[in-house]
């Protein structure tokens, strides 16, 4: 029934990628929390333009959740672009026309790869050496950030051994001291900033997000600095009313963003449908070399994203939206 | 069932995965695609206690058709009904615990040994061309009992070695290799489907099992760089009825996939099936 | 910014526990998985009698969920001492008066500690050889069964180092290979069978847990047979209207017990307050010598705990324990 | 602020804890005796942007009182209006992470580096004593920046080395010795606060920094079985308010806590305390 400790004094590393990853420094991500991680009830609510500038620094790494389509934190994105944010490094689970847009803008130039939408403006960063990959997968991916959220160094995992992604990441075969078996570990990831969308927030930053995602919570609890935009802030007292509905706790949080239709053109799901013109249009932009012009006409003309939805797309459309998402139940609180 | 006239060389490869869905049976579908469409339609017609995961968490919805274009995940309507919302990591968890019985995936390009690549074309670093990443696809391949792959019959996607290794086959093929590289126990590639012909593993190593009728076997061989194994009796698959496709155009694949050519279209003469 | 990966080939184990510990083997659990849990959608609806009697053997390690006076799964509980199971290995994280039940009843006889009320009973079995404790705490208990629920082997931990408990465990002190500290890891749990009581359950096994907890979920991840009892038997549809409402998916259970009232005398959040009667009863009798006693008159006699309930409690201090729980919000879905 | 004129041992210290509690801060406390009364009462008076997190994982509650007897977790009004409910888990880990400013624990038995044994008093696996273990005070002690101890000025409490050490202080209080064993760097003991005494670490070290009136150095000392550093000047506590002790009869500490004795009564005889 019981298994004798082995009284092995080593693990054997039996194979290990050669790839930059991230530094891991948990006790390093825990100093910046005690020293910059604000665990007093004070309010966090301020505009995209103020939160990325004082939050998102040239060179950080970061992670977005979900994806431009989906429940995608564009208000907060397209500032990254209009600020003119440089060498940002990506996590790339589940990206998809995103990271073509942020390359072609100029403000990425390194991607842990899960998965991007193959574009010309990606092929051609990566041909002229504007852009560097680094090879993982989407559950690594997220799983690293999991790692990352849990301030652990790294976590043991089932997926990614045998690959050739494998060897050019951060990851290690190792033996494991229970079992005699191989298994992969790999490195946490504590991204520099997160931007998340959430369905709602109140002013510290307590944060409700509504049907599925990808990695939203472990990222607010991985990152060194978060950026919650959300469709509604709601009082405190609604919060309270309903604590197990709360996905992210203030104390991750660094800023709140007040964003209806943040995610346009996307979805967000029980709020509103996607447009599905500008769905196409971003797709056909970053599928042919419409990057440029695409952020000419959506991004860059505008002062705020809320300026860019009254004059680039209109009360009508969004109202049309937000009748178009019939499907409500689940999405609240 | 009602022998259908005519249909595309995708439609034909979905027919046939469909078949292959069983009851009782957990599908982890890569992506929003093919894999996706082909489940339900196996779901809708012929397995309706066949239940599937997505990659965003969502364990066994009803989902409201069609889909909204490109909307196949978060979306509501595409995760409408679940049992459960998850995320990716309670998706890949509960592939790691052994939750889920079948992978269903695309591909690029797959070698002899079922090994996928979905990174690169030519020597990774050098020239060639990049591809979008493995995705979910790693961890599906790796984790599910048995993985479905589903790409085109063409010389360029069936290879002997794979350019880059996105996604685990049985590697080298040896017995044990998977295991030696930490991918768990017992699992591993299990059929791949063309829109011409179906294939298993005879053991690790790719073997035609079967054909449409409007396809030689020569023809299909021609059309892989690398000859797979080829059994000795290689069965005819059926041709796509018209409930399978009905289905397929009104409610799963309405306006095809943005990013996934259809492929050729194949017609009945009266006689036989011609492929244009 | 990054790291080269080191090129060392092994990692150091600094120091290592003694202890026994329940077997680490990840694969074996998967293929447990594969032959015995039912992924179709079949109803699992038994009583509490049978599914002790089909899914709780002998010598089985059990892990059960909240303690007999919060949210415990008390009817489950009851029938493992009625049905006399014996050898049980306790996951002994946060439990309290329930230890020295099952320790006098004979049915435990291996505790993981990381908490249980120091009692006379559970002494006596100490001092007699009948019980035998492995040293861990609260949080690495559940970090242990989250490592069993998300199929790993072990699971690096920044507590419980530097512990004697540490000795007599089976954790381990390794050279994390990624920033060359010392690290703890621990081996996963993967209990043979988890019971829990939930808010809501449809027949499949779908259940709802409203409010706190401490490891629900992961223990039902983590555990080869799980018994979930429920207050409520709900239908799928119910499920279905609000997916993100799910705790546990259906294809992780083995029984459902339908089980009104199954955390008496303690409370179910949100549906009743504990019976202070009961409580103290059961508190007295565990701090003294009377559980003997309280077998006697609580469990033994008993076909079923509904009959209990309505022969020993009565119906009218139900009800005044239901009316008694005026907190409603956020106990729903 | 009215000097009290009756009180307990143990309201003493619970007093003592609450003026230590900072607003803006973050307070694991461990189980629900005194340490959640302590950090509730400091919340209530003194701190009221002071935030605590509970074992079973609730940030920020604003609790029903007074608990119900034995239900201070999970019970529905322990967890009341709080701003998120989670589980073990979750407040573990958010410790790992470095958001939990304070952990505030009791303990059977600490040594002059601050471990802490809720285990065993003998020699481990031989004759002696065992109690229930370290629960979440092990990850409390380890992951939190600092620790506020609670316990009782008795002899054998105050020990040279603890027997067993269920939750680490300094452990063998060489530098660096916590980090050495895997431990979060920078954390560690900050306060031991007894019905008579409070002590701090300098650095490492037990030491003496304060008393309580009606009790001298010399008699602190003397219910130590190892000796203490003391301080160059020890403090003269203040003892329990009118207000505070009000609070805590009537809303927190209503019943006393069944396993937890209140130790004897001091009262004002006109002039001074007197030790009953």
């Known amino acids: ?333 | 069932m009602t022998r259908a006239e005519a249909f595309s060389d995708r439609e034909v490869a979905m027919c046939q995965v469909a078949r292959l869905v069983e009851n009782g049976r957990t599908y982890w579908a890569a992506g929003g695609g093919t894999p996706l469409y082909s489940v339900l339609l196996g779901k809708k017609l012929y397995a309706p206690d066949a239940q599937y995961i997505t990659e965003d968490g969502v364990i066994a919805p009803e989902p409201m058709l069609p889909f909204e274009p490109m909307m196949t995940m978060v979306a509501s309507r595409a995760v409408y009904r679940a049992l459960a919302w998850g995320t990716m990591n309670s998706a890949g968890i509960h592939a790691q615990l052994g939750y889920m019985d079948y992978g269903v995936l695309n591909t690029l390009q797959v070698d002899q040994h079922g090994n996928i690549n979905s990174t690169f074309l030519g020597e990774y670093g050098g020239s060639g061309r990049r591809f979008g990443g493995p995705g979910g696809a790693d961890t599906i391949a790796a984790c599910c009992w048995r993985t479905i792959l589903i790409t085109d019959q063409e010389r360029r996607k069936f290879v002997r070695e794979v350019d880059f290794i996105s996604s685990p086959g049985f590697l080298d093929g040896t017995p044990g290799a998977r295991e030696r590289a930490g991918l768990p126990e017992g699992t591993g590639p299990w059929r791949v489907v063309t829109p011409w012909a179906m294939y298993d593993y005879a053991p690790r190593r790719l073997r035609l099992i079967a054909r449409v009728p409007w396809v030689t076997v020569d023809e299909i061989l021609a059309e892989c760089e690398w000859k797979p194994l080829v059994a000795d009796e290689v069965q005819v698959l059926e041709p796509p009825t018209e409930e399978e496709l009905q289905l397929l155009r009104t409610e799963l694949d309405v306006r095809g996939q943005t990013t996934d050519a259809a492929g050729s279209w194949i017609t009945w003469d009266g006689e036989k099936y011609i492929r244009a």
Request: glycine share 8%; aromatic share 10%; with cysteine.
């Open chain 1, 1 to 333: 029934m019981t298994l004798s400790p082995s009284s092995s004094r080593q693990i054997e590393i039996l194979r290990q990628g050669s790839g930059a990853y991230h530094p891991v420094d948990p006790d390093g991500f825990r100093h910046y929390v005690r020293e910059h991680k604000n665990r007093a009830l004070q309010p966090r609510l301020m505009t995209a333009r103020e939160a990325v500038d004082r939050f998102v620094a040239d060179g950080d790494y970061l992670t977005y959740e979900c994806n431009y389509l989906m429940r995608g934190p564009n208000a907060v994105f397209h500032e990254l672009i209009r600020q003119e944010k440089k060498d940002l490094w990506i996590a790339g689970k589940f990206t998809y026309v995103d990271v073509a847009l942020l390359v072609d803008a100029g403000c990425a130039s390194k991607i842990d790869c899960g998965f991007f939408l193959s574009a010309p403006a990606v092929e051609r960063a990566l041909k002229e050496g504007r852009l560097q990959v680094y090879e993982y997968s989407n559950v690594i991916m997220t799983l690293r950030i999991q790692a990352g959220a849990m301030g652990l160094p790294f976590l043991p995992v089932r997926s990614f051994g045998g690959t050739t992604g494998f060897d050019h990441s951060g990851a290690k075969l190792i033996s494991d001291p229970y079992t005699g078996d191989p298994i992969t570990i790999v490195p946490a990831l504590n991204p520099d900033v997160a931007i998340i969308h959430a369905h709602q927030a109140d002013i510290y930053g307590n944060a409700r997000i509504f049907g599925t995602g990808i990695s939203d919570v472990e990222a607010a609890l991985a990152s060194r600095k978060v950026i919650v935009s959300a469709e509604e802030i709601v009082d405190t007292e609604e919060i309270r009313r309903n604590p197990g509905a709360t996905s992210i706790p203030y104390y991750a949080v660094d800023a709140v963003v007040s964003s209806p239709f943040g995610s346009y053109p996307g979805t967000c799901p029980g709020y509103y449908g996607s447009d599905p013109e500008g769905v196409f249009e971003v797709f056909r932009a970053v599928m042919g070399n419409g990057v440029p012009a695409y952020l000419d006409k959506w991004v860059r003309p505008f002062e705020t994203f809320e300026d860019m939805l009254e004059q680039q797309v209109g009360q009508a459309k969004l109202d049309a939206m937000r009748a178009n998402e019939v499907l409500k139940e689940g999405y609240s609180a």
